[in-house]
């Protein structure tokens, strides 16, 4: 019988890029992978560290494998074990796999499934970037390319430098390869991805900005854009490339975290309030620029004024999207360990607070842009019985059509905007 094995991820674009690739040694070992759930042989969890909850989503993911299939391999794999050792791994684990050994999985279940008995684990950290091409891209209309691992900056709140490692570049040789075989099986926007995107070459002797250029140049690729960069690394250099080169996407995603100078500075944040703005201000100079961001609401310390810092900026930024994390305290950081923790019941009510008026700068940019056209790439998947995409500028918008304008770039003009996305009406077909 064919064997089976079933992937649970999660956390972040890097580890589901990261599943996906594992996934595709199974195919290749003559697996078939089936949902999370089934049944199945083999059940792999890639697993999350970034915060308390995400770490106990992933033991409880092991321990749901293990009710459902106890006779599988179950295997841990990722940030979890890697920051944080055997010691993180709960028990019926057979295969421990950090993240500088993934292309090794196959062989360690393989073993795993013949002798039985402890986990296996190997949990090297990884001295190169790591290998893991994609070889499965049917049906994906935008996929993710990753480029980079591992991050250097030191966040006081964050375990990322102890779970990926220092900061490491994929030769471009080799991103833009996968970037040809992604346009070959019909991909038509990658999204560049990585831990630390905007360390990317700096390794190698080269840029983020110079990689762009390279991939720009693959045949049947119309979209190129960016995962996540810090405000430093948004460099005269970028946003010129960002201009020149029309596949790529005027959308940047400059994770804020904190409104606060006082409170920036507590979590190791190399930037000002003032020098943040600033950022922005040189992004709004690309024609049909966007920016989407982050904010952690709850560090310890966080005043209702220092909060309130935060709200103001961001109604002042005027972001596309906002994204809120609730703070949470990891074991092995410094701000585990600062004074002034703030209770969950205040965190949970600023989270609320702050999630709300991410909610009216959707609407608000949504409403910016009524009236005008824009080019949508249709995805695979209706919403709500309408076709919906992204615009350049990561406006999600969701119109009425027929099924054959899938995958394909189709001009709309915007005629509102409802639930978290605008309404249009098609104007011109596409590609």
Not at 184 to 212: I, M, N
Not at 228 to 238: A, D, F
Not at 268 to 274: L, S
Not at 397 to 417: A, H, S, Y
Request: glycine share 12%; proline share 6%.
């Amino acid at each position: 019988m064919t064997p089976r094995v079933a992937f649970h991820t999660l956390g972040c674009k890097v580890n589901q890029y990261d599943t996906q690739a594992m996934a595709g040694l199974f195919r290749q070992a003559g697996y078939r992978v089936v949902p999370f759930g089934t049944p199945a042989e083999v059940a792999v969890i890639n697993s999350c560290t970034v915060t308390g909850r995400a770490a106990g989503k992933s033991r409880q993911a092991v321990q749901r494998a293990r009710r459902a299939l106890p006779e599988a391999v179950v295997a841990l794999v990722g940030c979890l074990p890697q920051a944080g050792g055997t010691a993180a791994v709960p028990e019926g684990v057979s295969v421990v796999v950090g993240t500088g050994s993934r292309g090794r999985i196959v062989e360690l279940v393989e073993q795993a499934r013949q002798r039985g008995g402890g986990p296996l684990v190997c949990l090297a950290p990884g001295e190169d970037f790591e290998e893991l091409p994609l070889e499965e891209f049917a049906g994906r209309t935008r996929a993710f390319l990753k480029v980079q691992e591992g991050c250097a900056e030191g966040c006081t709140y964050c375990l990322v430098m102890a779970a990926r490692g220092r900061p490491r570049s994929r030769r471009p040789e080799q991103a833009v390869e996968e970037a040809r075989r992604l346009a070959a099986a019909g991909c038509r926007e990658v999204v560049l991805t990585g831990t630390h995107l905007g360390s990317y070459g700096r390794d190698l002797g080269g840029s983020l900005a110079q990689l762009l250029r390279q991939v720009h140049g693959v045949d049947g690729l119309w979209r190129l854009r960016l995962s996540s960069l810090e405000p430093g690394e948004v460099t005269p250099e970028l946003l010129a490339v960002t201009g020149e080169l029309p596949k790529v996407c005027p959308h940047l995603h400059v994770p804020l975290q904190s409104g606060s100078a006082r409170v920036l500075a507590a979590m190791g944040r190399r930037y000002t309030p003032a020098e943040y703005l600033a950022v922005l201000e040189r992004v709004r100079g690309l024609k049909g620029a966007a920016w989407t961001t982050d904010c952690i609401v709850g560090f310890p310390g966080e005043t209702e004024e220092d909060f309130r810092a935060t709200c103001r900026l961001v109604e002042e930024a005027g972001f596309a999207r906002l994204h809120v994390f609730p703070f949470s305290p990891r074991p092995g950081t410094l701000a585990a360990q600062l004074p002034g923790q703030v209770h969950p019941a205040v965190i949970r009510e600023r989270a609320a607070r702050l999630s709300e008026v991410g909610r009216g700068l959707v609407q608000r940019f949504a409403v910016a842009h009524r009236g005008l056209e824009a080019e949508v790439l249709v995805e695979e998947e209706r919403e709500g019985g309408l076709l919906a995409g992204f615009t350049p500028g990561y406006l999600r918008v969701r119109f009425p059509g027929p099924d054959e304008l899938k995958r394909r770039l189709v001009r709309v003009r915007i005629t509102g905007g409802a639930a978290g996305a605008a309404r249009g009406e098609i104007q011109v077909d596409g590609m």
